[in-house]
């Protein structure tokens, strides 16, 4: 097999796998979090939100999206594309910038791809941070190819990129990264102080993009309104950081791999087999010996790894976030899987020379782990789409009933949480969202029983939030009704009925509202005065 084809066979692998792995996000047409108000508010208020937190761009695209008949497929494609591309300028700035051999660079840029961090992508409130982590690698790869062939052009490309990209601000501190990847490049120019500050000097303007960001930002696009203190560094934070950190460690990189081995069965080993075997004559799939015996490469590799993964944490631990795969909190994840991608990898390389392993163990090994993040990652994706049916079914029952339709305040207990990504507890605006959904208006206001203690806290929401959070029209009273979501007749978690429920959306709508209503079952006790106080 010539060259050419080895790397068209390779790509046609990774592509594959990639859709298969996440792909089934198509098919998912729901709302999570503060997709209901994304949804929900109008093109006006979206932008106005926007302006506040300082990103009025990402307003615009949000809006002009939601201008089409059928905007989730179109939000779920870009989120596709652009973490697909992602990965393949990945793999495209490890061959220009290692020596790292053809295989290695496949299973570093298959961990990339599937390590089953960043679930919340599938939410349409995420595009701007898919967008701007794309435009990111893309200003990665353009300051690769300056660094191989000066040409102004391409200096001014990964500039203009990089700038737009820190917009998710995150990737301020994550440009450590690339800033490092200069340095790397240069080295060999490198020798004393003096050649370290003149090099320094020669890329001043990456050097100061950053500082020129943060000005700009800080005079024409510092958050206020309700975003007002959005994203700010504390004190108090930059100090618990450290053990932030290591608390990133254990649920972003231990935990994941405790996740994905949890869904180990016999099904992932007869798959795992079978890709092996299918895939063992294909010298581009199978590691060589000088990969184990460099002692060096792997220290540094790894190395590396740990550094990644730590600014990628970092740009969070100090805003007080723990990366972490709990409620929404998996968006945090963004920048965790270049650094996790090579510890994982030479971690095991590094495990297999030290244990004197037979080349083909780590192999199927290394196979094995990607099937297992696949596995995963669908089990993600099915699981935000059984949440999405539940909160279907919750509007029809609110549609349907006489006592939301008379009544304005309502309290909810969730009894039926296994649906629920994560089992996560629902949030002010998604049981606005609901009510608004099944009634049009904006007069209702609900909260979870356990974040309600008197009617301050109604009052809380309305003064800071207010027409955000879909209570425009609301007028404050005591709480009306405690609602109690619970299990219904419809079970859908089996795998045939979570399928069958996924046709008859897509082929006969009306027998799916009917099944679908019938997930959960809403009881409702009266909230006498005083009860709630």
Not at 45 to 50: K, N
Not at 96 to 111: E, H, M, P, Q
Not at 459 to 471: H, N
């Amino acid at each position: 097999m010539n060259q050419k084809n080895k790397v068209l066979h390779e790509n046609i692998v990774l592509i594959v796998l990639y859709i298969f792995s996440h792909g089934i996000i198509l098919l998912n047409d729901g709302l999570y979090w503060d997709d209901w108000a994304l949804k929900l508010q109008g093109s006006k208020r979206i932008i106005d939100l926007y302006l506040q937190q300082g990103t009025v761009w990402a307003g615009y695209i949000h809006s002009f999206l939601f201008r089409f008949s059928n905007p989730f497929l179109l939000y779920r494609l870009i989120v596709l594309f652009a973490y697909g591309i992602s990965v393949f300028l990945f793999d495209r700035i490890l061959s220009k910038v290692t020596n790292i051999d053809k295989t290695s660079r496949f299973f570093l840029v298959a961990f990339f791809a599937f390590l089953p961090l960043n679930s919340a992508r599938i939410t349409l409130i995420c595009l701007p941070y898919a967008i701007c982590n794309l435009v990111f690698f893309c200003g990665s790869f353009f300051l690769v190819k300056y660094l191989e062939k000066p040409k102004l052009i391409l200096r001014m490309l990964a500039i203009c990129m990089f700038f737009f990209s820190f917009f998710t601000q995150s990737l301020l501190v994550f440009y450590s990264i690339p800033f490092l990847l200069i340095l790397y490049k240069n080295r060999s120019r490198i020798n004393t102080a003096k050649s370290f500050f003149f090099n320094l000097f020669r890329y001043i303007d990456f050097v100061f993009l950053p500082f020129f960001f943060w000005i700009l930002k800080k005079t024409f696009w510092n958050p206020y309104g309700i975003y007002s203190g959005y994203l700010s560094f504390r004190t108090k934070t930059i100090i618990k950081s450290p053990l932030l950190l290591i608390e990133t460690f254990n649920a972003s990189f231990f935990g994941v791999l405790d996740a994905s081995f949890l869904g180990f069965s016999s099904l992932i080993l007869v798959i795992t087999v079978c890709v092996v075997y299918f895939l063992r004559s294909n010298p581009s799939f199978v590691l060589k010996d000088s990969v184990l015996q460099n002692k060096r490469e792997l220290f540094f590799y790894l190395l590396f790894g740990i550094i990644a993964f730590f600014f990628g944490a970092l740009a969070y631990n100090v805003l007080g976030i723990v990366p972490a795969d709990v409620h929404f909190d998996s968006r945090h994840q963004l920048l965790l899987p270049i650094g996790a991608s090579f510890m994982l990898f030479y971690s095991c390389l590094s495990f297999s020379r030290f244990l004197n392993l037979p080349r083909k163990a780590i192999q199927f090994a290394l196979w094995l782990l990607i099937v297992l993040f696949i596995n995963q990652n669908l089990q993600y994706y099915i699981q935000y789409q059984k949440d999405w049916f539940k909160q279907v079914s919750i509007v029809e029952n609110i549609k349907n009933s006489e006592i939301f339709e008379k009544n304005t305040t309502f309290l909810f207990r969730d009894e039926y949480k296994a649906l629920n990504i994560n089992e996560r507890a629902y949030f002010v605006y998604e049981f606005t969202g609901w009510m608004k959904e099944a009634f049009s208006d904006e007069t209702r206001f609900g909260v979870d029983e356990n974040n309600y203690s008197s009617t301050t806290d109604i009052e809380y929401y309305i003064k800071k939030y207010g027409s955000s959070y879909l209570l425009s029209d609301y007028v404050m009273a005591p709480p009306d009704y405690l609602v109690i979501i619970q299990k219904g007749t419809y079970d859908v978690d089996s795998i045939w009925s979570f399928f069958h429920l996924n046709y008859l959306k897509l082929f006969d709508r009306v027998s799916f509202m009917e099944r679908v209503s019938r997930i959960v079952k809403l009881n409702y006790q009266k909230i006498e005065s005083g009860d709630w106080e």
